[in-house]
């Protein structure tokens, strides 16, 4: 899971005095893991305070650096709870195409259904037949109910489907959309009333508005974070496609920038590859530690 820097930092760190070229090194890894300029600037400062000419190790250097990271992103982590009273609690995923949107609702669908929670999903990518037959698959593994009708708009199948999972008592409502740029200013504003039409409903809804990115994404997620939410707003994220990702220190910036928790992230194809985000976690992956 998540990139690796533990090894290559501590290729650095061998018992000898810090000196400016042992911070050269450390800068130039941070910033390939793609964690931003910015903050690699402030990691490199506060290391060089505490231990310029001083002998270091490479697990003090790695201490530091996970307190500094720690510092910017526990802050904003936040447990994913479903509330009860929203009968049901409704999810809308979101993002550009091929993020993980539809593999981590048949994930999120089949971790509630083990959790004996009633579960139905709406269908509302309805461009593509292959894309409801995806979800269909996903929906059956998960033992949750499938809502979809073909050929419909995508706001009206939503209503129809979120009145359709209250008149059935569901606890949760997914909601799937086709994957698209949010530069597309007809499909931002179709996904806009997508949104506004359940808030007929229930002004609440959706209780959870959820940014897909895909692990890969690296600086890249941030300008999709940038744009998406400059329509609709966002309530956190999910991480996708992590176990082989090589960019994750964007993960870092993402957080500190916006100020949103990641609520899962995924690390597979299979139905159970979905876990909660630990930042004590992700940073001990992170550094090897
Ligand atoms: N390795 C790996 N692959 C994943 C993960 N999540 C999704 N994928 C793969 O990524 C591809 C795209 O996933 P989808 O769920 O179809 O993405 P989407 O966002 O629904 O795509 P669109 O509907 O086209 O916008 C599929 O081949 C998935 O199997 C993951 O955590 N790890
Ligand atoms: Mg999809």
């Known amino acids: 899971m998540f990139t690796k820097l533990g090894k290559k930092i501590t290729s650095i760190f061998t018992n000898k005095k810090l000196d400016d070229s042992m911070l050269e090194e450390l800068e130039e890894i941070l910033i390939t893991a793609d964690i931003s300029y910015d903050i690699t600037e402030r990691l490199i400062n506060t290391i060089k305070k505490q231990k310029f000419g001083k002998d270091v190790k490479d697990t003090e250097i790695k201490e530091i650096l996970k307190e500094e990271l720690l510092k910017i992103i526990s802050p904003y982590q936040e447990e994913f709870i479903i509330d009860d009273k929203e009968k049901p609690f409704s999810i809308i995923m979101i993002g550009v195409n091929g993020s993980g949107k539809t593999t981590t609702i048949g994930k999120l669908a089949n971790k509630y259904t083990k959790e004996n929670k009633s579960v139905s999903v709406i269908a509302c990518d309805t461009f593509r037949i292959a894309a409801t037959e995806q979800l269909a698959d996903w ?7 499938l809502i979809s009708k073909e050929n419909a708009n995508p706001s009206g199948l939503a209503y129809d489907g979120y009145n359709k999972a209250k008149a059935e008592n569901d606890d949760i409502v ?33 209780n959870k508005t959820i940014l897909v990115l895909d692990g890969n994404g690296g600086q890249n997620s941030l300008l999709q974070m940038e744009k998406f939410s400059q329509n609709i707003k966002i309530d956190g994220f999910i991480i996708t496609k992590t176990e082989g990702s090589s960019k994750s220190g964007f993960i870092i910036s993402l957080i500190e920038k916006y100020k949103k928790p990641i609520y899962f992230i995924t690390d597979g194809e299979q139905i159970e590859d979905i876990k909660n985000f630990s930042p004590d976690t992700f940073l001990n992956t992170l550094l090897e530690l």
């Open 139 to 145: 929906v059956k593994e998960a033992n949750a109910k």
């Open 174 to 206: 997914l909601i799937d959309t086709a994957g698209r740029l949010a530069n597309n200013e007809s499909l931002m504003a179709e996904l806009e009333k997508i949104i506004k039409t359940i808030k007929k409903i229930n002004t609440n809804a959706p």
